[in-house]
């Protein structure tokens, strides 16, 4: 986020009127980025060319990965969503780096260590693993293989709205001061959030604004074989069942948005062969990565093959849509902004095509027929 840049003159600058006065507002199906197949015959390539670099000062070997008709500011694969392929050899670490956008990261291929704060994640092949925002993080590779990473930021979202804080020289032991208590003073005699009127408006002073309440992000880690443990006990869950067998990496400091973090969740999923799901649609826009099995998926009509080592933007925000395996089992990560979709009250959701849509999070969701079938 820069702070500098020219002075412009206020006689420089003046607002528009747009009218808008009887004008049709367009269908949201205009704006929606097309499904778009990265190959993982591409990632592999494009690995091999992070690898053969010399190592970088800052030993982050890296490349975004971007939808065509991504623009400047906030690269993405999906608008609001960064995909970052980063590459590590043994025995190299990153520089110490924090910013004000989160992540879920997600190891691809080899192993190593992430020092999150001042927590230490050891993870492995397909693990995944959060890193809450202005975190000093650095990752490291102590094996004998080299380590490749998925990461998934909102960066490109806070590059739109320029305010993408990255601070490349973090202090060591970064400490928050603690809000003292309050003894009786000053503070005690600001009065607290209070009611306007008997319809449930109130009032809240500026004291409270800009000291809210806590909800501490913590880096969380999902190690693939424990999670695989209980996914593969979703297989068991025939044809007939109306749902999608996933469980999502939930991280309890998101409370009621389900996220993993405050702006995406991650979901791992298990298709076993022949399931083909029901089309649905969601605002939120949804990227998979396929690591094992292949299939395919139906968007806005159209159908896509992938296959294991393919990265997708499956699911453009409102696009109708559904997946299927082939002939064996598929396991995929689902990167999704709900929870960024249900903190601004806008995740619209249609499970049910012949259903109208809900807004999830502030109207009833929907149920599976999961009960029935056990």
């Known amino acids: 986020m820069r702070t500098d840049g020219p002075a412009v003159a206020d006689s420089a600058l003046a607002a528009r ?3 808008r006065v009887d004008s049709s507002v367009p269908a949201i199906e205009e704006g929606i980025w097309p499904p778009l197949v990265v190959p993982g015959a591409d990632i592999a390539a494009e690995v091999e060319r992070l690898a053969s670099l010399p190592a970088p000062a800052n030993g982050r070997r890296a490349s975004m990965i971007v939808h065509p008709l ?7 694969l999906a608008p609001g969503i960064r995909v970052t392929l980063e590459v ?10 924090r910013h004000n956008s989160s992540q879920v990261c997600f190891c691809i291929e080899g192993a190593g260590f992430a020092v999150v704060g001042h927590k230490r994640i050891d993870f492995g092949r397909y693990d995944v693993w959060c890193t809450p925002a202005l975190s000093t993080y650095v990752h490291v590779n102590d094996g004998a293989q080299r380590q490749v990473r998925l990461t998934y930021s909102n960066a490109a979202l806070l590059e739109k709205l320029k305010v993408h804080f990255v601070d490349e020289h973090p202090p060591e032991d970064p400490v928050v001061p603690a809000v003292e208590e309050d003894g009786g003073g000053e503070q005690s005699a600001v009065r607290d959030i209070f009611p306007l009127g008997m319809d449930g408006a109130m009032l809240m002073p500026y004291e409270r604004l800009i000291n809210p309440d806590i909800v501490e992000q913590q880096p969380l880690h999902w190690p693939w074989a424990e999670v695989k443990r209980e996914l593969d ?3 068991a869950l025939g044809a007939q069942y109306r749902g999608r067998r996933l469980y999502l990496l939930y991280n309890p400091a998101t409370g009621r948005t389900n996220g993993t973090t405050n702006s995406f969740f991650a979901t791992m999923t298990v298709r ?6 029901r089309p649905h649609r969601h605002a939120a826009a949804a990227i998979n990565y396929f690591f094992s099995g292949s299939g395919w998926s139906r968007v806005g009509g159209r159908r896509y093959e992938w296959s294991a080592g393919d990265l997708m933007l499956t699911a ?12 064996e089992a598929v396991y995929e990560l689902t990167i999704q902004d709900s929870p960024h ?7 619209m959701w249609q499970e049910d095509l012949s259903l109208s849509p809900r807004l999830l999070g502030s109207q009833r969701g929907f149920a ?5 079938i056990l």
């Open 17 to 19: 009127f747009i009218d």
């Open 70 to 76: 991504a623009e400047e500011p906030g690269l993405g």
């Open 88 to 97: 590590l050899l043994p025995g190299e670490r990153t520089a110490p780096i």
């Open 233 to 235: 006990k979703l297989s």
């Open 272 to 277: 076993p062969p022949g399931i083909v799901d």
């Open 316 to 327: 453009p925000g409102w696009a109708i849509h559904n997946h299927a395996s082939n002939d």
């Open 341 to 347: 979709h249900i903190a601004l009250d806008s995740l």
């Open 368 to 372: 599976t027929n999961r009960a029935e």
